[in-house]
């Protein structure tokens, strides 16, 4: 339990928040369980392990889940969509749970009637969904953070949230050109660090 909590505590989360769950189960223990509720109601889950070691996620939802619609209030103009949990409820957005945007995904997050704005993970994972958001007519956030940065929720741990969500949504871009030519510069900053 205790390793659970330091993670989540080295992550900037408040262990004791009502989105972290933990298992004595032996299968477990070493993981922190996040779960997944829709209109309130608990659907699923998704258990992070914590320490090094293979299958970094054990999940159990529907193929086609959307995290954190429930947090999507009426008033908000903008829907930041995250690949991972921890990037969604860092910047109060929705988590894919993958890289790839599934049609039915789309539907979901479009029927909340709001701007989208995809901010891919820094890395060549993230780049895959990049294509599919401009052909949904989304937008696509390329922030500008430090290069050892690789998501939303690093970016809150450094800067803040407020921070992050603002430069999210000022270097958002949509439209192929604008989408490409951000895209090919991402491309190349990988690239540079990876030979670093």
């Known amino acids: ?29 070493d993981r922190v369980i996040i779960p997944f509720l829709y ?30 619609v429930d947090a999507q209030i009426d008033t908000r103009q903008y829907v930041i969509v995250t690949e991972g949990p921890f990037d969604a409820l860092a910047v109060g957005g929705v988590a894919l ?42 937008h696509v956030a390329f922030p500008n953070w430090d290069d050892d940065i690789k998501d939303s929720a690093d970016a809150v ?10 430069d999210i949504i000022k270097t958002a871009v949509n439209g192929n050109i604008k989408i490409n030519l951000m895209k090919n510069n991402l491309i190349k900053r990988i690239k540079a660090n990876e030979h670093h």
């Open 97 to 138: 749970l993958t890289n790839e945007i599934s049609e039915q995904q789309a539907q979901i997050i479009n029927s909340l009637g709001k701007t989208v704005i995809l901010v891919p993970d820094q890395d060549k994972a993230g780049l895959v969904g990049i294509d599919q958001a401009r052909a949904l007519g989304w």
């Open 1 to 29: 339990l205790t390793t659970v909590m330091q993670y989540l505590i080295d992550r900037g989360y408040n262990p004791l928040s009502k989105n972290f769950y933990w298992s004595p189960d032996p299968s477990y223990s």
């Open 157 to 166: 741990k450094r800067y803040g949230k407020l921070f992050t969500i603002v």
């Open 39 to 68: 209109r309130g109601v608990v659907v699923g889950n998704t258990a992070r392990k914590v320490v090094p070691g293979k299958l970094k996620y054990l999940s159990d939802q529907h193929p086609y889940f959307v995290f954190n």
